[in-house]
């Protein structure tokens, strides 16, 4: 969601831009050719047709709907667009802690990194999931998923974390694609 409110952030952006762009250059041909009337928009037509409109005017009703439907979807994606921190063991009443996912990752793939024939890893975490994507030139998946996945257990074991994510390790080795 937070990429979501990204683009529609920089959507309106680029449309006020746009508008206030499209303004100066209208007001600057206007400045300096009077005579010949608007460049790109026929402003006299537009303040002719918005004169003759009410409050009470269909037209004016459907845009101010159009745009209060539009203001409250932006508000519930805003809305639902938070960070998704990882919670820990409050320490002390009235304190709490929290981490987020990519501290999390990063925790947990320098410990897997460490360990003894593994060439990398990339680790990908949030407050329910683990996983783990480790590549080893030397051992079989069969020899050294065991033990990464101990070693994640005890890195998650040794963390306050409220609640123990679910943890998923794979292991790319060219010994098992023989």
């Known amino acids: ?32 050719r009077p005579v010949d009337g608007p460049l790109l928009v026929p402003w006299p037509t537009v303040r002719d047709r918005v004169a003759d409109m009410t409050w009470q005017s269909t037209d004016v009703r459907v845009v101010a709907g ?7 979807v932006l508000l519930l994606v805003s809305m639902t667009a938070r960070r998704k921190d990882v919670a820990l063991l409050d320490p002390a009443p009235g304190i709490t802690v929290r981490t987020s996912p990519r501290s999390l990752a990063r925790i947990v793939g320098v410990r897997v990194r460490a360990e003894d024939n593994v060439t990398g890893a990339s680790v990908t975490a949030t407050a329910r999931k683990v996983r783990v994507r480790a590549t080893s030139g030397l051992e079989s998946e069969q020899e050294l998923r065991p033990r990464l996945l101990e070693v994640v257990r005890d890195t998650l074991a040794d963390l306050p ?5 679910k943890i998923t390790v794979v292991v ?7």
């Open 1 to 32: 969601m937070r990429v979501l409110v990204r683009v529609l952030t920089c959507l309106l952006g680029l449309a006020l831009v746009a508008g206030g762009a499209l303004l100066a250059v209208e007001v600057a041909w206007t400045w300096a």
């Open 66 to 72: 159009v745009l209060a439907g539009a203001g409250l």
């Open 161 to 165: 974390l409220g609640n123990q994510p």
């Open 172 to 178: 790319d080795s060219p010994r098992d694609r023989s």
